[in-house]
């Protein structure tokens, strides 16, 4: 797959699969997805942005849609659940362009929502910040390794050089 080659109508088309995919996930999972650790496997489809960057909004947006359809803490959630997912994703997009491997996939995972989402759950919770942070970085680890190991399953199916650079192979021959 040539991300080069994807047209307007495929890369909505796609996102809107993600994102429907994102918010499955969110209610398959939701037992777990907010709870104490919050092991929102959901999470782990942000690491598609490392290979398709077009992936950031619609991603963020995926996540505002889920917070709101079964999170049940009201508009600060929504509107912080984006920022994260946004956040979070970009930052997975620029560890590409920048030719990281993508094993540094797990540290935006994990960090950008256990360290930004207690920001306002603390508040809306009545729980202090520390608490949530440690709870919800313990949480994402589980989607961040889920997340990276799809990205590269990804990478060999579509033979995806994912090395300095992100040529593609097929492309680069």
Do not use: E
């Amino acid at each position: 797959m040539n991300l080069k080659d994807m047209g307007k109508v495929q890369k909505m088309t796609f996102s809107a699969m993600i994102m429907a995919l994102y918010v499955v996930l969110v209610y398959i999972t939701q037992s777990f997805s907010f709870g104490a650790y919050q092991i929102r496997i959901a999470t782990s489809v942000y690491a598609l942005a490392y290979l398709f960057p077009f992936l950031v909004l619609p991603l963020g947006l995926a996540n505002s849609i889920s917070n709101t359809l079964f999170g049940g803490l009201g508009l600060l959630d929504t509107i912080g659940g984006g920022i994260a997912g946004i956040l979070t994703t970009l930052i997975i997009a620029g560890i590409r362009k920048m030719g990281w491997h993508r094993a540094f996939i797990v540290i935006p995972l994990i960090f950008v929502p256990g360290l930004l989402v207690p920001l306002w759950l603390s508040y809306i919770l009545k729980v202090p910040y520390a608490a949530l942070a440690v709870s919800l970085c313990i949480g994402q680890i589980i989607p961040a390794l889920c997340g990276t190991a799809a990205v590269s399953a990804l990478a060999r199916v579509w033979g995806i050089d994912t090395g300095r650079g992100g040529q593609n192979k097929k492309a680069a021959v």
